[in-house]
């Protein structure tokens, strides 16, 4: 447990010592077909568009289901039609609470990050967030029951 | 004096060692405490989860429905994650994600697939009563953004989002 309070800690930590090296990023002019290819391969539900390294806009499953899924659309269109411009972004030396603000308030999964030059550097995730915060807990309440017919045959440190 | 199961939420007489019906141990029931100075670890240890839930994002469907006719809801209604019912009993979940990663490009025709071809089947879930934290240690430990919320006779009351759980932290810093 750590000895800071949560509040604390999460003004403290900055998002660069939290993130994964894991951005799935492509140009403005890719296909929907590639990109929809591009983001099953990655097994990932988002794409950072990018161009000249800047993040000019981010392509998700959301704009997947709403504008293309069931609509009549060129499958050969560059994902630049469909995705979502100018998101919003934050830099890598910003708190792991301003993340947290700005997911919970603006509703995004993902958020790029860039550098003091704009330049596109990495993407901070929804999940990253909250796996970071269940560590912030004590184990013990954490760990449910993952199997209830389960007995354990000592006590706990027995 | 009952004793809840935190795992099954019989209510075992007070003093049992484990639950009566499934046998989880209560005895760390009352282990650990929240740190008395931690405003924030306090709240997500102790707090319900239906202090988080809007009430707006639950949404049922059944296995033999089609992809399309859930594509259609999620468009109309701002949705992204439905549970899947059979027999009045949670059987699936399916998300916008799963769509992607396992439907989009893959049929030609979303009139003709299934729910259940493409759900995640037996997802997680957790009790209104439960500790936010419970739910947050699903999506960590999980990588899930929806965890179904169920009545203790299996009924759906909802679905706690990821990002209701931000939400909830955000607007706790916000009002101090």
């Known amino acids: 447990m750590p000895e800071k309070s949560v509040d604390a800690l999460l003004k403290e930590k900055k998002i660069f010592e939290i993130v994964n090296p894991r951005l799935v990023q492509a140009p403005p002019d890719i296909s929907i077909h590639e990109a929809i290819r591009l983001m099953q391969e990655r097994r990932s539900s988002y794409i950072v568009v990018a161009d000249n390294k800047k993040a000019v806009g981010i392509f998700t499953e959301t704009d997947v289901t709403r504008k293309i899924l069931e609509h009549d659309v060129d499958w050969s269109r560059p994902v630049r039609d469909f995705m979502t411009p ?31 030059n704009e330049e596109l550097v990495n993407v901070i995730s929804v999940r990253t967030l909250i796996r970071f915060l269940a560590e912030l807990y004590p184990a013990e309440i954490l760990n449910l029951p993952p199997a209830p017919d389960q007995i354990m045959e000592t006590r706990e440190g027995g | 004096m009952k004793i809840k199961c935190p795992s099954c939420g019989f209510e075992n007489i007070q003093g049992e060692d484990r639950c009566d019906q499934c046998l989880h141990s209560l005895m760390q029931r009352d282990i650990p405490l929240p740190k008395k100075n931690d405003a924030l670890q306090r709240v997500m240890m102790t707090a319900p989860i239906s202090d988080l839930l809007t009430g707006k994002d639950l949404l049922v469907a059944s296995t033999a429905d089609t992809l399309q006719k859930i594509v259609k809801i999620f468009q109309g209604k701002n949705k992204n994650c439905v549970l899947i019912y059979k027999k009045k009993k949670l059987v699936g979940i399916l998300s916008q994600r799963d769509i992607l990663l396992r439907v989009a490009g893959k049929y030609k025709d979303l009139s003709k697939v299934k729910v259940e071809q493409v759900m995640t089947p037996n997802p997680e ?52």
Do not use: W
């Open chain 1, 86 to 116: 100018a998101p919003a972004v934050l830099h890598p030396e910003d708190t792991v609470a301003a993340a947290i603000d700005l997911m919970g308030q603006r509703r995004f999964y993902h958020i790029p990050l860039v550098n003091e």
């Open chain 2, 125 to 176: 879930y957790v009790r209104g009563d439960d500790p936010i934290a419970y739910a947050v240690n699903k999506m960590a430990i999980g990588g899930y953004r929806h965890v179904p919320v169920l009545a203790a006779d299996g009924t759906p009351l909802s679905i706690v989002l990821i990002k209701d759980v931000l939400a909830y932290l955000a607007r706790r810093e916000k009002n101090r």
